[in-house]
């Protein structure tokens, strides 16, 4: 007998053993984890077929946070005081009939509070909205508050940079939050030349070890902006330049919002709530609160949703929003991996003669993702789903719009990340005339568009059916 082959040997043996052992041991705990089973079985799959990349895989982006309370009862509670005390004095506030339950879901599953007399002004280029925001801070007199999860280092970045400073120096508070992934890449230098203009800014879930493993895969994807608690901003665009000048292969097209009147106090809440839980610093002063005069006729609910709780409250939105559509429901989302319920909900309204359209990008910022929302398309034009592909460049709008009355728009793209991993944060509006206009835009870009039907699609070469397929299975963890 070779001792010393046999000797050799034992490292390798002992290696292949603990990794089968903790291979095991991590598909235990995703089982008992009780999760979503189609996640689940996407998860073993890794495991199983690709050990150790797979287990590095799950240690960073894998692990179950559900469990962990950010906030607790008493401190939540005394955020909300003023904004609850705001939404008790409203006088017979009007309900839309229809989306009672869809309030009522958002009051309990996410304390997102109801706020009438609200005024929406929308933006469908980034130059647009980039005015806009500009023109607000400008007249900025006691706070603001700001938060993306890109603050690019260029020319559109360095715009908002400077008037930030120099509003810090003019004695307005500036709170800034950012995204530690979403901003990887830019120089430390360019928020330490904020910081030393008495800018507080402070980032999201640094990816530093040794957090890096507990915080990489859950990330503020929100895009807030409160000026002096009486004008904000949400959708779904960043601070970066291709927002206002585009791509090499065309615009780059989103959608977003600009809110005055009392629903503000459910944006200052959402970004206050995001300030203590990476300062620690809670913010419940009631200079933050002012009271709001009437500036419309919008209803709003601030809906901030994230992968901490029992609930994923936006999505329970959405699918409830798709359940109460009569005449139409029409999304666009830059990237659609739909969990098993929202398909259902998509499938089941076209199904039974609602007017369900979806608009997607022809091409996406990245292959892999692109590949995994086209193996979704076939089951959306089986139900009768209109697809349309739009052409004219990358569409990264986040809007949804029904029966002329229910709008949203915010950060929340439909896909697994958005429902399950992010902290996102959307604004849902009941009023006609928002609706309304919400349609005219997405008709407007539908003329950008191609509309895709079952039989084109089936025509397909086998090889790009395949790729998308196998791709398919790994959308749970995209």
Not at 424 to 451: G, P
Not at 461 to 474: A, T
Request: charged share 20%; proline share 4%; net charge neutral.
């Amino acid at each position: 007998m070779d001792w010393t082959a046999l000797i050799n040997q034992v490292p390798g043996i002992v290696f292949e053993l603990l990794l089968s052992v903790t291979i095991i041991g991590a598909i235990i705990i995703i089982i008992l984890d009780n999760r979503n089973p189609v996640k689940s079985l996407a998860w073993i799959l890794v495991l199983v077929f690709l050990p150790l990349v797979g287990l590095l895989l799950y240690y960073f982006f894998g692990r179950d946070t559900r469990r962990i309370r950010i906030i607790n009862k008493k401190t939540y509670g005394r955020m909300l005081q003023k904004p609850m005390a705001e939404y008790l004095a409203q006088q017979e506030t009007f309900l839309p009939h229809n989306y009672g339950r869809l309030i009522s879901l958002f009051r309990n599953n996410s304390k997102a509070l109801p706020f009438d007399g609200n005024s929406v002004a929308i933006y469908t280029t980034g130059t647009e909205m980039l005015d806009s925001l500009l023109h607000q801070l400008e007249r900025a007199t006691k706070h603001i508050h700001l938060q993306f999860y890109i603050f690019e280092d260029d020319p559109v970045g360095r715009q908002v940079k400077e008037v930030l400073m120099r509003k810090a120096k003019q004695g307005v508070e500036v709170r800034v939050l950012y995204d530690d992934v979403g901003c990887l890449h830019v120089p430390n230098d360019f928020f330490q030349e904020m910081r030393d203009a008495s800018v507080e800014v402070s980032e999201f879930l640094e990816v530093r070890f040794p957090r890096f493993a507990s915080g990489v895969n859950y990330r503020n994807h929100r895009k807030i902006v409160v000026i002096d608690g009486s004008v904000g901003f949400i959708g779904g665009m960043n601070l970066a330049n291709r927002y206002v000048n585009g791509v090499e292969w065309g615009v780059w097209r989103d959608t977003h919002i600009m809110i005055q009147g009392k629903a503000i106090h459910g944006l200052q809440t959402t970004f206050l709530l995001d300030w203590y839980f990476v300062t620690g610093t809670l913010l419940t002063d009631g200079r933050y609160f002012p009271t709001q005069e009437v500036c419309g006729d919008s209803l709003i609910q601030v809906v901030a949703s994230s992968p901490v709780g029992p609930w994923r409250e936006i999505m329970q939105g959405l699918t409830t929003s798709i359940a109460l559509a009569k005449r139409y429901f029409y999304i666009q989302t830059p990237y659609f991996m739909p969990t098993e319920s929202v398909r259902m909900a998509l499938t089941t309204a076209a199904v039974s003669g609602v007017d369900v359209r979806l608009m997607i990008p022809r091409k996406a910022d990245s292959w892999l993702v692109s590949k995994a929302s086209y193996s979704y398309i076939r089951d959306m034009l089986q139900a009768g789903v209109k697809v349309y592909f739009y052409e004219k460049g990358f569409l990264h709008s986040k809007l949804w719009v029904s029966d002329d009355m229910l709008s949203s728009v915010g950060s929340t793209n439909i896909d697994f990340r958005s429902f399950e991993h992010n902290f996102e944060a959307n604004a849902f509006i009941y009023d006609e005339e928002t609706a309304m206009k919400m349609c005219e835009i997405f008709l407007v870009d539908q003329h950008e568009c191609t509309q895709i039907t079952l039989k084109q699609w089936k025509k397909r070469p086998w090889y790009s059916k395949f790729v998308e397929s196998v791709v398919r299975l790994l959308s749970p963890l995209l």
